[in-house]
């Protein structure tokens, strides 16, 4: 890792997907996920990430195409792009409150605009995202796993 103390890069590129796959995955240990059980981290990770793809669309920040390009290659890795639906929104939601990257009720992620290119303001990589906008991700990654035959192998 390079230029560490100069820029939050470094803590934002590796944690690419995780605040919404550490969520899950806890929550999935935890008897929220009982039709598919517990859920490895990176099977969490590789959902998270389809999630953060359609928060950076929602903002505007990434193409349509980019969010495809996410579940293509996850899928093609045999990794579940989606978050169950029988998981509890609700409790999602809730439990990014605990992330370490969760500041003022906000979760801060990492975004893409494209793939290997990371979104940044001013030199600062870790966006805060309203938790209504995290929400509607989430919906519209769950609602994409209903349609997809065996989402979570």
Excluded at 34 to 58: D, N, Q, R, T
Excluded at 113 to 127: A, C, K, V
Aim: charged share 20%; with cysteine; proline share 6%.
């Amino acid at each position: 890792l390079t230029h560490y103390e100069a820029s939050d890069f470094n803590e934002m590129a590796p944690q690419y997907g995780h605040a919404p796959a550490h969520a899950v995955e806890f929550l999935s240990w935890h008897g929220g996920c009982p039709e598919h059980g517990p859920i490895l981290h990176g099977e969490a990770v590789a959902m998270g990430m389809a999630v953060s793809a359609e928060v950076a669309y929602l903002m505007g920040i990434c193409s349509k195409q980019v969010v495809e390009d996410h579940y293509r290659v996850i899928e093609a890795v045999n990794l579940p792009s989606c978050v169950p639906a029988e998981m509890d929104l609700d409790k999602i939601i809730a439990k990014l409150a605990y992330d370490k990257h969760t500041l003022s009720g906000k979760p801060t992620m990492g975004l893409l605009r494209s793939l290997g290119d990371m979104y940044e303001i001013n030199g600062t990589y870790g966006q805060e995202i309203d938790p209504e906008l995290l929400r509607r991700a989430f919906k519209i990654n769950m609602a994409r796993g209903q349609t997809i035959t065996n989402p979570l192998k």
